[in-house]
């Protein structure tokens, strides 16, 4: 999608159509479309006040001019009521605009810059929040149909008009709100896709191809590599599995910035989990393709980094391999020798995302990070807990898990809190290991986080983010269609884009 600026006198502007804002119930449009009646259309003025239309959230209504050539329609998009706005509402507006001009088959949509100025005073973070949520609701899954033709796209371009110059910052979010959204697509694209096509090979792949292109670092870890180095735990997993498995390690290093202590993003990126010996039940068994979301994530980080040309080193690491039930599988009461030193007794093989994330976060010491944030599809305790819009967010430092719920809430990804106190160590006690890696069935998402942080020194502030119940919706959120939502990769950017301002 282009998105290109016209800077003009109002009158000059030009689309297929252009976007205003409303709230519902308004007594009086917003001053900018006060003024479009005045300089360009007194009709479409007058119609607005026949109240077809309300102004609710999400609320679309086209309105048509008579004699505007230069921008022959208006879509008007609803905001809800005024006292309860936020950029939640213009995210919701915004991809509702769209998708209306999409099911009209326009080509250019317009948004004049000052509709947002009359809704808020942080116009970069309303027009990158707008910009990125309509290109998020945009977006499908090209699939493996035979019958999918190559169709023309609605839209094409958007247009951000304004009247004056709107300077550096504001000309540069257009690139940002591209590149953000190149990552949230290779992220949907990648979960989306299913497990015979994207195994561990495949994100190796996918790694190669990011490095090539953006200069980043790669190194891969093969199966025989990795047991050599002592990660018992993540082949333990990968045994299981005829497809070979790889812990693949990317690294952003600007020039300049290559002995800087790295940010580190870790993400669980089991291909397909079965349960392995521990097997899971065959309903919606096929789900499981998404267990991989969280390498996704991490990965379309790299393709942002890459794009923005951030600067700021960061290393991603992702362990990948199938959790299958085969011969040579790891079994229920094996003890497990993981790279850290540390031993697991295996209760449930199907508690493997623990298992490959616990090698990655001690691999990750090496690097002497100055944060280490590891995003994973852990447990099915999280989606009973938080349900399937709310991810959790556990760790070893509360300013920094305070710090990424509010980034998230930001960008329009919900994490809410969960404690990871020594009483909840209890239930992993364990007779013949250090630990076992299951409790009792209390507690699933918080044991999985318990579990993570005796990999992770004290004095490395670590997040752990469960996405198991928001990696994926069954239904149409409005702002992101059915299916891989991408979640993560936003905070995961902002939280490199603003690790500045955190002061952890
Ligand atoms: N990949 C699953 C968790 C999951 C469930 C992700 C639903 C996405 C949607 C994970 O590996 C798993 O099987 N966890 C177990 C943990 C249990 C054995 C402690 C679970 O949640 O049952
Ligand atoms: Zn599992
Ligand atoms: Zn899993």
Partial sequence: MRIEWQVAPMPQWEADVIVFFFFEDFQEPLPYVQKWGTARDPQFFQSIFLKDFTGKLKETAVFYSASDEKM????????????QFDLDKLRNATASAFRKGRELKLKRIAIPLSALEDLSSDLAASLEESLIAGLSSLYKYN????????????PQEIVLCAEKNP??????????????????????????APANKVTPSHLAKVADRLAQRHGHNLNIIDYGTAESMGMGAFTAVARGSREPAFLIVLEHAPAGLEHEKPLVFVGKGITFDTGGISIKPSDKMEAMKQDMAGAAAVLSLFEI??????????????????????????????????LSGLTIEVISTDAEGRMVLCDALAYAKRYEPALIVDIATLTGACIVALGNQVAAVMGNNDKLTDWIRSLGLRVGEKFWPLPLWDLYFESIKSEVADFKNVGDRSAGAIVGGVFLKQFVANETPWAHLDIAGTAWTSKDLGTIPQGA????VRTLMEIIRRWEESSL
């Fill in 72 to 83: 022959p329609r208006v879509i008007c998009a609803g905001l809800g009521p005024r006292d």
């Fill in 143 to 154: 699939g493996f149909k035979t019958t999918n033709g190559k169709g023309e796209e609605f």
């Fill in 167 to 192: 300077g550096e910052d504001l000309r540069a979010l257009p690139d940002v709100a591209d590149a953000t959204m190149a990552g949230i697509k290779l992220a949907r694209d990648l979960v989306s």
């Fill in 305 to 338: 980094l890459g794009r923005l040309k951030i600067r700021r080193r960061v290393v991603g690491i992702l362990p990948c391999t199938e959790n299958m039930p085969g011969g040579q599988a790891y079994k229920p009461g094996d003890v497990i020798h993981s």
């Fill in 485 to 488: 939502t991408g979640f993560g």
